[in-house]
């Protein structure tokens, strides 16, 4: 008969609910933490290699082309920082959350505990932020390495500026998942979503060179939002009001999101 005294009741709130389901996200990651070594720490060495210092040797600094860059490389490094916060989301609330729900059915024995759909999608999400803030600072971290920094501070703001965006593409994505009946969706979700975004959101050149119709749509995506704040705080040339504007719009598009994803996976899983 278990001691009653190491018994462990309900959690009192959603946080520590999360925080216990947090757990199996570790676990799990313990486990396959191998996989996704090459796309989350070399990668990203290979694209500052290729792009920035390689192709970058190509491309005369002109700070008053490139956003107070001096240097491609200290123009491109923060955009693709920014990016590849994106592009891992992409990767974590796509397929995973399917088959969360619909393949192995692991959402519904979660539930099935006293723990209820704001627990589940707040420890996926934190899980998330996880890998965002983990290749994040490897990805700033081989930054470092070529002086493309203008200050420790401005540094440390950018990094946590890529949890903003982890989430502001982390809610919705997840919302529009949990709904999915089956996988087909995805595909058009990383063709004409992901790689759009990661090529004409201002991270390799700046948003000014397209035409008139198309700069205006890039200037209204998230990941220009977070290319640009990131470029700002890297660069040390920081214009405070348009940081407000990038900041709310990430915010409001995460807590959107956020109050989506419930909705929508608890029509999924509980009525």
């Known amino acids: 008969m278990a001691d009653s005294s190491t018994q462990v009741g309900p959690p009192t709130n959603v946080l520590a609910g999360a925080a216990r389901l947090f757990d199996y996200w570790a676990i799990a990651y313990k486990r396959t933490w191998k996989g996704s070594a090459i796309s989350s720490f070399v990668t990203p060495l290979l694209y500052i290699l290729a792009m920035g210092v390689l192709l970058g040797g190509f491309i005369k600094g002109d700070p008053s082309k490139l956003e107070g860059a001096t240097s491609y490389l200290s ?40 723990l209820g759909v704001p627990e589940v999608i707040l420890s996926h999400l934190a899980f998330v932020l996880f890998r965002v803030a983990t290749t ?110 990038h900041v709310a719009y990430l915010g409001v598009l995460a807590l959107a999101g956020w109050l989506w994803a419930v909705r929508r996976l608890g029509r999924r899983m509980v009525l």
């Open 75 to 114: 123009f491109v490094a923060p955009g693709m920082v920014a990016a590849q916060a994106m592009t891992t989301v992409f990767g974590e609330v796509t397929y995973p959350v399917m088959g969360m729900i619909k393949w192995h059915k692991t959402y519904f024995s979660m539930i099935a505990t006293p």
């Open 136 to 245: 994040s600072a490897v990805f700033i971290a081989v930054m470092a390495c070529f002086g493309v920094f203008s200050s420790v501070p401005g540094v440390i703001a950018a990094f946590f500026v890529q949890l903003l965006i982890g989430l502001a593409f982390a809610t919705p994505l997840y919302a529009f998942s949990a709904g999915l009946k089956d996988e087909s969706a995805f595909s058009l979700v990383f063709r004409l979503g992901m790689i759009p975004l990661f090529l004409f959101s201002g991270a390799f050149f700046p948003v000014s060179n397209l035409n008139a119709v198309m700069e205006s749509l890039a200037r209204v995506t998230p990941l220009w939002h977070g290319v640009d704040l990131t470029r700002m705080l890297t660069l040390g040339v920081v214009d405070w009001s348009m940081v407000a504007v």
